[in-house]
Structure formats: C-alpha cells, structure tokens
C-alpha cells in the first residue's frame, strides 16, 4: 500500500480484506483507513506506541502495554488483521487465537504459569499481592486439571474459553 | 514528550469521577458473585474489547477530528462554478481583505503609539483610548473574514467580580468577542508574530499569562485571576476553561480554575456555521497564520454568539460541579455534544489512577468470588 496518505484503491481493499480473512466489508476497511491516517500523524503508513497511547481510553486499559507491543509499527493491511478478530463474523477460535497471543508474548506456542501471572499482575495491578496471585492461579489450575507446571496450548485455551458467553466485538463506525 | 508522566498527577484534581462516563463492563458479568473458574481468570476478552473499540474509535480523537464537508464540486456543471468561485476568493476577496487588515492595522498603530507614550500620566484616559482602539482593531480583523457575527443576549457590563467563561474553537473566538467587549483574557504564552501581540497590544486590555507545561504556574495563575476580579477598573476577565481548542461540535471538561474565584460566571456560548467554513484551528495541524489565511480565503465565516444568564456557586456544589452545570447550559445552547475528558490530555498521559481503579475493580471481584 506503500504511504499511508495515499488513496486507497479497490485493489487495495480488497488486498486487505483477503488479509483479514473476508471478516469486514469494505466499507469497514475504507472507516478503518479513516480511523488509520487520523492516528498515523505524519502519514508515515504505520502508527507508533506514542500514537496508540495518546488514545485516552486506550491509554487507560490496564492491558495498553502489552497491546502497543503488538501493534507498534503495523502498517494498514497488517492493522486490520490485528483488529479483525473483533468483527462480529469471526469465529470464537478467531478470538481465542488472539487471547492466546496476548498471553504468549514470545510466541513460543505455549503460556506457561509465568505467563498467566504477568498478565494477571497487569490486570489487578497493587490490589493484589503477588503471593495472592499465585495462589488463586494454582488454585483454578488443579481444579481444572492442569498441573502448575505444565503449559497450556492453544487447544487447552479452546477448550477452556470456548463459551457461548465470550463475547469480543467492536463495531466499526461508519459515517 | 519528556516529563509527561510527572505532569499527569496535575490532571487529577480537575476530574470528575470518570467512571460515570466511561463504559466499564463488570469482568464478570452480572451482580451475583459465582464460583470462580479458571476461565474467569484467563477471560480477558471484555479489556481486549475496550481497547480495540478505542483503537477503533474514540471520543476524545472525535473532539479535535475536521470534518471537511463533502467535495460538490465533481460534475462539469458544478466545477468550472467552483473554479470561478476559487478565483473570486482567492484573486478579488482576498486582495480586498489584505488591504482592509492593513489599513486597520495603520490607523491602529497610528492611535496605539502615540496614546500609549504621550498619556502616560494619564492613565484612565490611556487605558480607555487603547481599550477602543483594540475593539476596533479586532472588528477589522472580523472583516478582513467578512465576519457575520450574531450577538443574542445582554452585553457585558464593565462590574467587577465577574468572570466570562466560552467554550472554544479557535483563537478567533477572542476577536469575535472582543470586537463588541474589550475583555480581559488569559492565555498560553504563543511564541512568533502572536506573541509579539499578546505582549504589546494585549496588555493593555489586561492579559494574564500561563504556561500549560510548567506545574507550579498553576497557582501563580491562580493568584493572578484572583486578584484581577476584584480589581474595580480591570476589563471583564474572559477565560476559555476548556484549556484547548476543539472542533466546535464536541466540548471538553471545563477546568475548575475559573468556578472557584467566589464571583458571578457569565457562560458565553459560540457557535460557527459550517456551511461557510470550518472554523476550528488544530494547533497541531496548521499555524495560526494558516488558519487565518485559510479564513480569508473562503466566503464568511459566520456564527452566532449568545450571552446568558450570570451563574453563582450553589450552596453545598463544589466547583467541579458547577463547572459542569456551566458547560451544560453552554454546550446544550450552542448545540455541542459534552465527552468527560480533560483537554490537557491532547498534550500529557491520563492519570495512571483511571487505570488502577479498573485493576481495583477486578482484583476485589476475583477475591470476593475465591472467598465463596
């Protein structure tokens, strides 16, 4: 797509659609690339953390951190695929994959212990200790029949997300 | 921007409780506390979707977005009328509008200079020839945009212990007010040719300045708008609470600084029609130089000002509160939607206390429900 200030073209769209695995329209992606060129300041075709932060409501998402890794430096085609397992088509394995992500920082295809506390230290912040943490974690673990060594997969994680009340969805705005 | 992180305890102090405004889905559904499950841990699916609903769209971002109107001009008729059109604004209204602004400023200087060195003795009579020559100054500037202006409501009267608070779009919003009333303002320290002005010309209307990055200006600012009301012969003092310019359809939180003076609030309320141009200065995109060539190179700019009723603290309301009771009745009179956050936020992080009050929130659902 090379500069972001550039016109998208309807070979472009539906590049990214395909991209995104058909989960928006193209008048979603044409509001996307709205949205895109209003965050990227100086169309330079990718955003930056500092960009993604100056969002007020994102900065405050106790998880902000770990997504900026995951979206710093995108450029358009790759940002809608980051977003599009939010799309109301995607399937629940399409969200869980994204969970798993989130978890699995290094993407070594597996979330061990380790992994689950720092995203649980992100999500409770000093309101709980970290001993409290290991606890409860160890807990629900042996109670769902998981050892606290062992690391879960991407199935382990479908089998346990898999609900029909996960619910990831974010409307794209059209105007 | 280094020093971010230090300046956002600032921010605090202004803030409502945000939590009203801000869509926070209970981590765990409904009311009733059930068992905890391992899945309710590794369930981070409601904070994955609140921030990519703000990547995708957020109101803050909403507030400062232009919107440019839809391009009419795309068939064979409409074009060579838009040409003409272009031609008229940029090579007759434009010439015209340089010459008036330059002719304005001439008679301006040709009054300023002399009352300002010869009556220095004089005082009243200096303060009130250079009050008029600013006010006429300011409606040469509304001309040079052919500025249509609408004024409703009672015109403010010279009493002290009032301040004039607006909501604001654009520095112009200055000029537009000033052409009826010579005000008093406070504004952030501008560096260029509108420096040089706020320094000369402005100071004889009275100008408060402040600093937006330096945190102990607050009180000094403060202290200088308290003493500034309850002098008897300063101008009205008129004040833009919002700290920022925004694009005239949204406002953002006023800031408390002006509520808590004990003295009557007048609301102004300033609203710019679109059709003719769009108004609204992103400092961030353009100068203010291109702002005001931009203005005068469209048709008019045309808005309506209403003045409304004198405000006073309420018994038992604090002055946040009645900063929003204020931007209410200016944000519902001049058709704006209202978004609960600080303007500062264009140039610092929110306080890290928003986040950690959505980490409180989940932590005690998660210890509350192991307990059971």
Redesign the interface.
Known sequence: MGNASSILTQYDIEDVQEHSHYLYTQEEIVA?YE?FC??D?NSKGYITSDE?????????????HR?VQM?DGLNFKDFVAF?SP?SAKATAQQ?IE??FK??DTDGKGKVTFKD?LE??SS??????TQE?REQ??S???K??G?DKDSSLSLED?IK??S?P?????????ID | MAGMESTSAEMDLDRPNLEEYLPSDSIHGSGSPKNLHLRDLLDISPTLTEAAGAIVDDSFTRCFKSNSPEPWNWNIYLFPLWCTGVVVRYGILFPLRLLTLLFGWIIFWAGFIPAHILLKGQEKLRRKIERKLVEMMCSFFVASWTGVVKYHGPRPSMRPHQVFVANHTSMIDFIILEQMTAFAVIMQKHPGWVGFIQKTILESVGCIWFNRTESKDREVVARKLREHVQGVDNNPLLIFPEGTCVNNQYTVMFKKGAFELGCAVCPIAIKYNKIFVDAFWNSKKQSFTMHLLRLMTSWAVVCDVWYLEPQYLQPGETAIEFAERVRDMIATRAGLKKVPWDGYLKYFRPSPKLTEKKQQIFAEDVLRRLEK
Request: hydrophobic share 55%; no cysteine; glycine share 2%.
């Open positions: 996307l949205r209003q965050l300041r993604f932060l100056s969002i007020p409501e994102f900065s405050l998402n106790p998880l902000s997504l979206v977003l939010f969200k994204l969970i989130v978890y689950i995203v649980l999500l409770t912040g000093s309101f709980m409290q409860v974690l807990k629900l673990m109670e769902a998981y994680f346990i997300l609900t009340s996960l619910k990831m969805e974010v409307e794209v705005p």
